[in-house]
């Protein structure tokens, strides 16, 4: 989504770096006029069997605190619910979605 690629412009550490996985699907900004002089790195690539085992490392290895990005919760049983959910994100606010057995 253009706002949370916007959001991590802004919140991006000098020195740090803004992983961009996945696909947008519509035209997002970047504001090279703001970060020109914070040394950062800007990432891509798609969700792929390459990219996979970089999310469950990222966690375990505690990097990330995950619980900020979950924003939505659901049990198995309503994973429709959740995945319609994940399909309206923006009107949502939903950032991630944790299925919970």
Same mark, same amino acid.
Not at 13 to 41: C, F, P, Y
Not at 46 to 53: G, I, Q
């Given at each position: 989504?253009?706002? &949370?690629?916007?959001? %991590? @412009? @802004? ?5 740090? &770096? ?24 800007? &990432? ?15 966690? %375990? ?16 049983? @309503? ?23």
């Amino acid at each position: 989504m253009p706002a &949370t690629f916007e959001l %991590c @412009q @802004q919140i991006v550490a000098a020195g740090g &770096t803004v992983a961009n996985v996945g696909v947008h699907g519509i035209e997002v900004d970047l504001h090279l006029e703001k970060l020109w002089d914070r040394n950062v790195s800007i &990432t891509t690539r798609l969700v792929d069997t390459v990219s996979t085992p970089m999310p469950p490392k990222t966690l %375990c290895s505690h990097k990330l605190d995950p619980k900020p990005l979950i924003t939505h919760r659901s049990k198995l049983n @309503q994973i429709l619910e959740a995945y319609e959910t994940f399909a309206q994100a923006s009107e949502m606010h939903a950032l991630k979605v944790l299925i919970e057995a």
